[in-house]
């Protein structure tokens, strides 16, 4: 255990099961790999218990445990949701959660080879969660407000990760976008952080959406980029016409946004090779094709 950071293991699990929720501590305990703010482990078939691991407030799980309930009989993809609450104790010092288990792979594990059927499931997805949001929701700080915003994050992914032959074109996209209308409508649900890791796949296709901690009410446009993010080369102006609601402004801030995502996720699979914590080394790969499909556009 460091300062920051705590040692979660199977054994762990199942103390804090056999503490707060006995009836569930005879289940099967398997970890997942991956994660980071959060660590996720299998219990039994059919649920998942979230550990807060690197998060350092727990607002994050307290978000998902306030609004996934209220969202997720509307969404038409499975998407965790909350069943019982793991609250900080002596053992423990953080908020875990028991969560349903989406099946499937995650995207930065697996391809999709169904395209068009993916971009026709994402559209229907979001168009369900791009719900006016109510006024006691999150509001967006960091993800889901302007993209000119956050012009100094792009600019620090920038410097640190673009290819030379294409960093022109990735800052004429970025700027593109800053100077697109803001988006002029209420406040919508916005997951947020649509990116390989937090969508799971099977059968060559989207099949659930994992991960809402950065839920907020903000602009459509951050889920918006997932169209490059997480979908094939050749689908994105599919998936345009099946949301049927972004106009020109908001497909102009998607694809800057989805830029952004891209050098983060390039970032990531950088930090990993180097060896550095939280890298993630199969990512720069990812960001790269997913650069590569925002460069050219639709």
């Not at 998060?55 to 909350?82: C, Y």
């Not at 010092?93 to 499931?121: N, Q, Y």
């Not at 030379?164 to 800053?178: C, L, M, P, S, Y």
């Amino acid at each position: 255990m460091t300062g920051t950071e705590i040692e979660i293991s199977a054994d762990l699990v199942r103390d804090l099961l056999r503490e707060q929720h006995p009836d569930l501590a005879d289940l099967a305990v398997r970890e997942v790999a991956g994660g980071w703010g959060n660590q996720m482990w299998r219990l039994g078939d059919e649920l998942a218990v979230r550990m807060q691991r690197m998060d350092p407030t727990p607002e994050l799980q307290l978000n998902e445990r306030r609004w996934l309930p209220v969202l997720a009989p509307r969404l038409p993809l499975p998407v965790p949701t909350p069943v019982r609450f793991g609250e900080p104790s002596e053992r423990f010092p953080k908020h875990w959660t028991v969560m349903t288990w989406v099946p499937g792979e995650p995207l930065d594990h697996d391809s999709i080879s169904r395209g068009t059927h993916a971009a026709d499931t994402l559209a229907d997805f979001l168009r369900a969660l791009h719900a006016p949001a109510p006024a006691d929701a999150p509001v967006a700080t960091d993800r889901g407000d302007r993209p000119g915003n956050h012009s100094d994050g792009f600019e620090n992914l920038l410097r640190a990760v673009a290819p030379r032959d294409t960093a022109a074109g990735i800052r004429a996209v970025w700027d593109d976008a800053v100077t697109a209308r803001a988006w002029q409508g209420p406040p919508t649900w916005v997951h947020g952080d649509l990116h390989p890791a937090n969508v799971v796949v099977s059968d060559g296709t989207l099949s659930g959406i994992v991960d809402f901690g950065a839920l907020s009410a903000g602009d459509p446009a951050w889920d918006l980029a997932a169209a490059w993010v997480l979908l094939p080369a050749g689908t994105a102006a599919r998936f345009f016409d099946a949301y049927a609601r972004a106009d020109e402004a908001a497909i102009r801030r998607a694809r800057g946004l989805a830029a952004m995502k891209s050098l983060f996720l390039m970032l990531m699979g950088q930090n990993g090779d180097r060896g550095l914590p939280g890298g993630k080394p199969h990512w720069g790969p990812v960001g790269r094709a997913a650069l590569d499909r925002v460069l050219k556009a639709l």
